[in-house]
């Protein structure tokens, strides 16, 4: 279908004009209604998105962050400049989803602590480095409360390690646990339980010591079908060899566990209020009230524990 228009409204004494738009064709009749045309395009083209510029820049808030800790050592080595610095970038992403909910199916997971201020985390980060026998390894927080609305349950993992006796940095893992309760919109009440340690893996050295005669299962497997009878020396080798097996199975899945209680009265579990500041998909932030420190998060793979 063809469209004319022309203009309603002119001065008296101005020649009124009738621009024609021909159907199917960019092309008007006057070169001053093309240009008036083509000021029109672009004026379309260069308009905003206001959502998509605000979701660009959080990306690169966020990739900030991560390049202001990269070089901190998890906030070990970060010197009061780079700590300003990142205190800076930390709230410029607070603000983007400060006050809004926590939406626990997001918040559940694990996640990996990128870097600290706490005090009782760097100072772990700190005995590691000056230690020639301790090493710290992956730090963790992984959360339970997908299914619930108003709490769920914390725990604090690290992985460390005693070179020569246990595997290189994930040696041992310990694990703090807590219960933690949302007492408003983005403060949670955490109320520590106890201290494990477990996952126990030993060193290759160690196995040396503990069962220098160690041999395969498939080879201690044979020795049990194809023992002569009992008393005889091949069956206190066994015997030996398969009691070396059992210490080193107990060793690996020994599991240590400590309550956590105060020692005031009453002797309640201790506890404390944490600030989740930011969350999503792939980073978390948080604050411990009471100038506990900061922490950075990055979403990590699942943990079995």
């Known amino acids: 279908m063809e469209l004319a228009f022309a203009a309603s409204v002119y001065p008296i004494n101005v020649k009124r004009v009738i621009y024609e738009i021909r ?9 001053k209604k093309r240009s008036f045309h083509n000021k029109f395009l672009c004026s379309v083209a260069v308009a905003p998105d206001r959502n998509r510029v605000s979701e660009v820049e959080l990306e690169n808030k966020k990739h900030n962050l991560l390049l202001a800790v990269q070089d901190t050592q998890r906030g070990l080595a970060a010197t009061a400049d780079q700590r300003s610095i990142i205190e800076e970038a930390l709230v410029s992403v607070e603000g983007y989803n400060m006050g809004a909910p926590l939406d626990m199916a997001v918040l559940d997971g694990t996640w990996r ?48 390690s005693i070179p020569n006796l246990l595997e290189e940095q994930e040696g041992a893992t310990l694990v703090v646990s807590a219960k933690f309760d949302i007492v408003s919109v983005r403060n949670i009440y955490l109320q520590f339980e106890e201290i494990q340690v477990q996952d126990i893996n030993i060193s290759e050295q160690l196995q040396a010591v503990i069962a220098p005669a160690l041999l395969p299962r498939s080879f201690l497997s044979l020795q049990q079908l194809n023992s002569p009878i ?29 309550p956590v209680r105060n020692p005031g009265i009453g002797r309640r579990s201790v506890g404390g209020l ?12 948080g604050r411990a009230v009471g100038g506990g420190g900061v922490f950075v998060f990055t979403k990590a793979q699942p943990l079995e524990l």
């Open 113 to 160: 602590l990128q870097y600290t201020s706490a005090p009782d985390v760097v100072v772990l980060l700190e005995a590691a480095a000056r230690l020639p026998f301790f090493q710290v390894g992956q730090i963790f927080q992984k959360f339970e409360c997908r299914d619930q609305l108003r709490g769920g349950v914390i725990r604090n993992v690290v992985r460390w």
């Open 23 to 31: 159907p199917h064709s960019s092309k008007l009749v006057t070169n």
């Open 274 to 285: 944490y600030y989740l500041s930011y969350l999503d998909q792939n980073m978390l932030l």
């Open 230 to 258: 009992q008393g005889s020396p091949d069956v206190l080798q066994f015997s030996k060899l398969d009691q070396d097996h059992q210490i080193l199975q107990f060793l690996r899945t020994f599991r240590a566990q400590v």
